[in-house]
């Protein structure tokens, strides 16, 4: 059963740190290209991150540059989204996505195949 599960999520300070987490199941992210989305009630899902399945390639949305990492566990099937210096508009339901082989258009929603419940980030002092 293909599944995403994401996790780390939480309340943090302005300034703070978080480190989400996407465990996957079912499928190999190795051979996926895996999305970092969030979304604000009231508003669309937007994407933050994306890293490629064939060369690691990864795109950062403007609002999050020098700010987020994306990563892959090959080992532990995960991907991960650290994201520092948080701000109060860094606030939304965080999600990870997948699809097999490459996304063309990796920030956008309709790419995708797979996606986890979400995580929700509340940035707030």
């Known amino acids: 059963q293909v599944q995403l599960v994401e996790s780390g999520g939480g309340l943090v300070q302005p300034g703070g740190s978080l480190r989400l987490s996407c465990q996957a199941s079912?499928?190999?992210?190795?051979?996926?290209?895996i999305g970092w989305f969030r979304q604000v009630p009231g508003k669309e899902r937007e994407g933050v991150s994306c890293?490629?399945?064939?060369?690691?390639?990864?795109f950062y949305a403007d609002s999050v540059k020098g700010r987020a990492t994306i990563s892959r566990d090959s080992a532990k099937n995960t991907i991960f989204l650290q994201m520092n210096s948080l701000k109060p508009d860094d606030t939304a339901i965080y999600y990870c996505?997948?699809?097999?082989?490459?996304?063309?258009?990796?920030?956008?929603?309709?790419?995708?195949?797979?996606w986890g419940q979400g995580t929700p980030v509340t940035v707030s002092a």
């Open positions: 079912g499928f190999i992210v190795d051979y996926y290209s």
């Open positions: 996505a997948a699809k097999k082989g490459t996304a063309a258009w990796c920030t956008q929603t309709f790419e995708y195949d797979y």
């Open positions: 890293i490629s399945d064939s060369d690691d390639d990864t």
